[in-house]
């Protein structure tokens, strides 16, 4: 038997029949009854463009109902989908085509000449929010005689998502099908899953949230999403009445609780609103609760494992915890040796799983250094563990900001800052944020008092995607250091914590 995970969807699908599968503005885009037809086409398209299987297609294009047939009918060709952050510019983009040495590339028309000149021998194909571009052309040659879907086992990969490494340089994880089949499993039968679910999609899709979380729920139920290009709360809010599902990193529940539109009235047919990707501070809970009556279901996850623990659905859901270990996931807080602390202490949170990666991409030392003799794998945040097995992120033993559920790996930009002329040197750390969490700001050293803050964004701009770009930059005479010359940031959080004012 295949362990494809299209051949699973395809199952739902077929059950779901006539049903919308995806509505956008009160228009049905898509129907599940089309989803074999189409996809069919895709997945033809793409082997007429020279993959084959199990190569990688990378993809970096706007949110669009075309971008879901290309994830699903790169499932289905058995090729190994590359999703990218749209805002990546052309110097991020050249690092992860050579990383990751794509058969294929299919992007937004209005890069297609940028990237033509990062992967001059490799295929391109465009297509732009609506739809338009050489994809549609390659689709519209192909016969409509349909497409066995490639099988698959447990072990081969599905797709390659790239997540920062604390040297600046990206990783590629490398997930099966077996990785997101059994963790969509997991999570359909914990959070109680219904054909009758109609979910709001606000995410974007080149992230584990957006692509497999919210995408495989809804797609293994049959069910009908509302799509969002993006996080807009009027519009959200005007879907709550037709939904019964929303994800969201914890500025979509930061900005909705701020909304006035918020009420119990405008809540009453949701069944869940899920957090995750980022801490959801313990006031936006009460906030929203004490507004709709609902408490939202913190869950945590990340890249190289899909998500691991999650609140209960029926029993209690605690603020400042993520539940439990998902059924069928080890989790433990350990030392730095590895071995497992007394519960209630806290340390590096391990765990292992069906969900968790195959390692990374062309990367077999980085995988080792992540990963414990037992195969457990070390996530680098750090958690407490009650005596029930309930865990709590306190706090991050790697060196990364969240903003708005998007990681930003200070080293990246310290090297970007660094070589900007007049700097002497900079740190770069994480400063609560009202709505973001976390705001990326630098700290500088610079050779001249002329050099400001705006000249040193400017000459970063064309290096670093803006979601990672300081939102402010501040200098000093020096930077603080410990005895052992190492700059102590944490120092740096403290003299800076109130930068952005509260709410
Ligand atoms: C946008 N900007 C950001 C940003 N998003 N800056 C920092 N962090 C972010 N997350 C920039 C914009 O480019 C813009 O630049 C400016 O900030 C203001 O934008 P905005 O209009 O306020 O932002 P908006 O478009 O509304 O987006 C905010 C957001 C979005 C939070 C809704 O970032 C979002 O959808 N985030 C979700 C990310 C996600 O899916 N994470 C899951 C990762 S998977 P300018 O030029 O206008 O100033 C994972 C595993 C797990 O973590 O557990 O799920
Ligand atoms: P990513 O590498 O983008 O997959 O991000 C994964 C990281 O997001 C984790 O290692 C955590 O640091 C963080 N994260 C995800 N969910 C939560 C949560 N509910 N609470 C705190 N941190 C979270």
Redesign the pocket.
């Known amino acids: 038997m295949t362990a494809s995970l299209y051949a699973l969807i395809a199952q739902s699908a077929e059950q779901a029949g006539e049903k919308p599968l995806i509505v956008e503005g009160g228009e049905t885009r898509l129907r599940y009854a089309d989803l074999d037809r189409e996809t069919a086409c895709y997945a033809q398209a793409l082997i007429a463009s020279g993959a084959q299987v199990g190569d990688r297609i990378l993809v970096q294009v706007e949110k669009s109902v075309d971008n879901v047939l290309l994830y699903l009918a790169s499932l289905r060709a058995g090729l190994v989908y590359v999703p990218l952050n749209t ?1 990546y510019t052309a110097t991020e983009l050249a690092y992860f085509i050579e990383d990751a040495g794509p058969a294929l590339i299919v992007c937004d028309p209005e890069k297609e000449q940028a990237i033509a000149s990062l992967a001059s021998k490799t295929r391109l194909l465009t297509v732009d929010a609506n739809g338009r571009g050489s994809l549609e052309e390659a689709i519209s040659t192909v016969s409509d005689a349909g497409f066995e879907t490639v099988p698959r086992d447990t072990d081969d990969l599905a797709a390659i998502c790239y997540t920062s490494g604390t040297t600046g340089r990206s990783k590629g994880a490398m997930l099966s099908h077996g990785n997101l089949t059994s963790n969509a499993q997991t999570l359909y039968d914990i959070w109680h899953w219904h054909s009758d679910d109609v979910l709001i999609h ?3 899709i080149y ?4 692509l497999f ?1 919210a995408l495989h729920l809804a797609l293994l139920g049959g069910s009908t999403i509302l799509w969002h290009h ?2 807009d709360a009027d519009a959200v809010l005007s879907d709550l009445p037709e939904a019964s599902v929303l994800m969201g ?1 914890p ?2 529940y930061v900005r909705l609780a701020d909304h006035a539109g918020l009420t119990r009235a405008a809540s009453a047919n949701m069944r869940l609103f899920i957090s ?3 801490p959801l501070l313990e006031n936006t809970f009460a906030e929203f609760e004490a507004k709709t009556g609902h408490r939202i279901l913190e ?5 190289e494992a899909g ?1 691991i623990a999650s609140n209960p659905y029926d029993g209690e859901r605690i603020a400042g915890t993520v539940g439990f270990a998902l059924p069928g996931v080890a989790a433990r807080v350990a030392g730095d040796d590895g071995a497992e602390l007394p519960r209630g202490e806290p340390g590096i949170l391990e765990i292992n799983g069906p969900n968790l990666f195959r390692g990374y991409w062309n990367k077999p030392d980085k995988t080792a250094e992540e990963m414990r003799d037992d195969g457990f794998f070390i996530t680098g945040d750090i958690a407490t563990m009650d005596v029930d097995g309930r865990i709590a992120i306190v706090g991050r033993g790697k060196d990364l900001i ?6 930003i790996y200070p080293k990246e930009i310290e090297l970007a800052i660094d070589a900007v002329a007049g700097v002497r040197e900079s740190a770069v750390i994480g400063v609560p944020h009202p ?2 969490g976390e ?1 990326a700001v630098a700290v500088v050293v610079r050779e001249s008092r002329t050099l400001d803050e705006t000249a040193i964004l400017t000459a970063v701009e064309g290096d670093l995607a ?2 990672k770009q300081p939102r402010r930059i501040l200098f000093a005479d020096a930077l603080p250091r410990n005895a052992m010359g190492k700059v102590q940031k944490a120092r740096l959080r403290e003299q800076h914590e109130g930068l952005f004012a509260a709410r």
């Open positions: 805002a606000a995410l974007p992230h584990v949230h957006g979380v993006s996080f990193v500025t979509f995750g990707s980022a869950r945590y996850g990340m890249t998500m969240i903003a708005g559920g998007l990681n709505d973001l705001a803006r979601f």
